[in-house]
């Protein structure tokens, strides 16, 4: 990597990427010890510094500050006074598991040095090297890592017309690729949430340009890019002389993302990664089509708001990370082939069909610990001794396990049994030789079983049967010489001694050796005390160096076993999941759909899997009845009072179509499901106010990438579109979205459409697949009676006023809107909108519908038909406002710079006290 510095970054999360004019030259450092350290800090210019000395990890200057900040440890100076001084803090070595997730978690990359000889036998100074450089993208701590989610690192490559990216959990091994547009890019990155983004220097600009400032990042020379050193570095790794048998030799952009990534995991040193042994190719076409704001809207893998839960919450029972994480990536990708959904609908209906089956197989599961991360541990040989127990202990489940399935008789469970290989000589190899109570270190001793190796046990009695002996020798002296007091003890500064008090000390043999004089007492050695205490320290000594040995033979053992353990993981993580859908299926209710080939989405009695968890009690769900179908009832005009449950009936219809698609049952009495390619959602109108966008240019680029990807085999929900904008100009919009999807030949997508515009439900007139549905309440005695029942027709207005009081508006401001309301209403039965609104007229909408290059312009535009329809829709609001009088145009301009959704309650009402002064009412 080049330590040339980097442009300043703009991302919120770009790491710091200094270059060497920050590290003090070597000159300035006054000992050796600073000039070692200026030397390594010098090769990794933009990471924070560990530097060992003794027992603490230290660090210096600006990495002091910086760490002294986050890990709230105190900040001291190194040669005080001096010209040398510099900024101090440090924490002891043993701490680093604690210490060294909060920088990663910070967005630092710490690179850690250790000492590399053993301080005792150094000359002179200490040998110290970066033995790894930890990012948010690479690691493999337990303690930076989430056990049920990935940690991935992703590279982007932008090329001339398509865009590579690559993922890497170097903590599982998985390793894949993928090329496409740089909306694909864009929703891989959405959906994968990488830890940690790669890509070259020169791409800044246009990656925070395409995916935003949210992503923490790094940015490479150009160099690494290069098509020739991709493709050399991943053949390398593989041992392969070309990238044909993984089916990636054609996606030149994703090869170059692939490449560089491997570029950066040499660069953190990490380069025992045989357990990344083969790149898996991410097919575009193999996955239902989620675009960024869908897995946003539907809330998928995140909520949109703090204490929000999200469908994977809901749905997840796996009972195994692998399972976890796999379901995890099963949710943001939905499958398209009819069979491979079939596949995974047959075993969950299994499992469901047979509860004992389903109780015994998670019986099994329960135990299976993270194989995945404990193997890839094995592979970067950085496993602890614990570990490998509860590797072994985590095969112990595979062979009962595996019977159960290859004796289900269900098809599907019998394949995944083939796959499980219990991996029963590791097993052994593991647990005859590694101690059930192993410590964590290897360097500690007590790691490897007795009666392994026959001078271990030598030096193990040696060693450990030191007490029996002192004793022994105590006794005898104490009645050779007299003295019944005489002790044998141990102090680290004299070793082993003989003391005595001293009343006796003229008792003394004159061949014992003086050691130590003390108030009370002389201590002495003994020519047998010295020899027995060098038998025992280098008997210590040598029984940690065969400890040692003896345990990198069993990890070298497990290295075998990588790719079998990988294989049995992958299996866990499918039967896992299948079983988590069936225990939810069984718990709550929840039914197999039919899921085929054919045009229609068909639900009985369809809820909202997370709204339906999470009524307080007593309240239970309303489920809907719902049909959509490209020939007939296509687009569905839902309208209905706020608050009905027009945003929930949107949801729970894709999360249904989701949870059919990703092989899992849906909460419904029924469902039929044609597969379904994309999921559009439009929803919501205020959620990027924080990034300064303008609602309504968001609202339209989204709704313009809409239109500009349909297909047949679409859904699009569309919640209140045009409500960012004036009445006339969002009606117009959201009349002529509609008609587009319901006029466009080549793609029929079904579309649910929630509206208050209740004008938008004469589009039914006249185009034939549009049906007009609302969410029916009952009003009684001035109050509304929420149904949540879906019924034919259209409603006649909204209950916003109701929904206002339900919120606590003062009753004079609900009275006065009352009798507005009033006005309004009979006003529209005299008039006419035409008069208000001119259909032909340019909107706001028109524009943006001109830049869309894919679709016939013609069919944009609201077309003649539609004005006719709109000329006979009853007239709103405007004649309220004739221009004529100027307090009531003061009044309009007022109203229309009025943004609804940023007001609280009490500026709303500062704000009509304002506007009531205006009119001088
Ligand atoms: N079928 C249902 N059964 C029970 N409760 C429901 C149902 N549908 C919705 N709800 C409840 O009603 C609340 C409001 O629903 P939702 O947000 O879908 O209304 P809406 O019609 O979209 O309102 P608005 O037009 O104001 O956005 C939900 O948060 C949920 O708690």
Known sequence: ???????????????????????????????????????????????????????????????????????????????????????????????????????????????????????????????????????????????????????????????????????????????LVAQGTIDYLGKLLQNFRPAEVLFCKRSRADFEGSFGPDFCTYALDEWVFGQDYAHDTLTRHFRTTSLKGFGVDNLKEGVIAAGCILHYLAETKHTDIQHVASLGRLEEDKYVWLDRFTVRNLELVQAQHPGGVPLIDILDQTLTPMGARLLRKWVVLPLKEVSQIQRRLDTVAALVADPELLEEVQTHLRP??????????????????????????????????????????????????????????????????????????????????????????????????????????????????????????????????????????????????????????????????????????????????????????????????????????????????????????????????????????????????????????????????????????????????????????????????????????????????????????????????????????????ETASILNNLSSRSLVLMDEIGRGTSTYDGISIAWAIVEHLHNNPKARAKTLFATHYHELNQLADDCPRVRNYHVAVQEADGRVLFLRKLRPGGSEHSFGIHVARMAGMPPAVVLRANEIMHHLEQERTQTGLAEAVDPSAPTEFDEVLAGLDEQPKASAQPKPRATTAVASAPKVQLSMFEPSDPALERLRELLQTLDINTLTPIEALLKLQELKGVVGA
Request: charge should be neutral.
């Open 1 to 175: 990597m080049s330590t040339t510095p980097a442009p300043a970054a703009k991302s919120k999360f770009a790491i710091k990427q200094l270059g060497p004019d920050h590290i003090k030259p070597e000159s300035v450092a006054d000992t050796p010890l600073m000039r070692q350290y200026y030397q390594l800090k010098q090769q990794h210019p933009g990471a924070l510094l560990l530097f060992r000395v003794g027992d603490f990890y230290e660090t210096f200057g600006e990495d002091a500050v910086t760490s002294a900040r986050i890990l709230d440890i105190t900040l001291t100076k190194r040669g005080a006074g001096t010209a040398s001084e510099v900024a101090l803090a440090g924490f002891p070595h043993h701490a680093l598991d604690t210490y060294l997730p909060k920088l990663v978690r910070a967005g630092q990359r710490v690179a850690i040095c250790d000492q590399l000889e053993d301080p005792k036998q150094a000359k002179g100074l200490v040998k110290r090297g970066i033995t790894e450089l930890v990012t948010p993208g690479v690691s493999l701590h337990d303690n930076t890592l989430e056990r049920r989610q990935n940690n991935y690192l992703a590279a982007v490559h932008f090329g001339k017309t398509e865009g590579g990216i690559s993922f890497l959990d170097i903590s599982t091994g998985e390793f």
């Open 368 to 701: 299976i610990n993270d194989l995945e991360r404990l193997i890839s541990k094995v592979a970067v040989r950085r496993v602890n001794p614990r570990e490998l127990l509860q590797l072994a202990r985590a095969l112990e489940s595979i062979a009962p396990l595996r019977e159960k399935l290859a004796a289900s008789g269900v098809r599907a469970l019998e394949k995944l049994a083939d796959q499980l290989n219990p991996c029963a000589s590791l097993r052994k190899e593991i647990q005859s030789k590694i101690r059930p109570d192993a410590p964590l270190l290897t360097n500690q001793g007590h790691v490897i079983m007795d009666g392994i190796d026959a001078e271990l046990d030598e030096l193990r009695g040696l060693a450990f049967s030191g007490k029996d002996f002192l004793l022994k020798m105590q006794q005898r002296e104490q009645a050779a010489t007299g003295i019944s007091s005489l002790k044998v003890a141990y102090n680290k500064v004299f070793g082993y001694y003989l003391e005595v008090s001293n009343a006796h000390k003229n008792k003394v043999p004159a061949e014992w050796i003086r050691k130590q004089t003390l108030v009370n007492a002389e201590r002495y050695v003994t020519e047998e005390l010295k020899t027995y205490e060098e038998k025992i320290l280098n008997a210590e000594e040598q029984l940690f160096i065969i400890e040692s040995r003896i345990y990198q033979e069993v990890v070298l053992a497990a290295l075998d076993f990588v790719s079998q353990v990988q294989q049995n993981a992958r299996a866990i993580g499918v039967l896992d999941c299948l079983a988590s859908f069936a225990a939810t299926a069984r718990q709550y209710r929840y039914a197999r759909p039919v899921v085929n080939d054919g045009p229609m989405l068909d639900i009985k009695g369809g809820r909202h899997p997370v709204i339906e968890r999470q009524l307080p009690p007593g309240e239970s769900y309303i489920p809907n009845d719902l049909c959509l179908s490209q020939d007939d009832q296509q687009i569905v005009v839902i309208t209905g009072p706020n608050m009905a449950g027009k945003s929930a009936l949107l949801r729970q219809t894709a999360l249904i179509v989701l949870l059919a698609q990703i092989g899992s049952f849906v909460p419904a009495e029924e469902a039929t499901v044609g597969i379904i390619d994309k999921i559009f959602t439009r929803v919501g109108a205020s959620d990027n106010l924080s990034k300064g966008e303008s609602t309504f240019m968001v609202e339209m680029t």
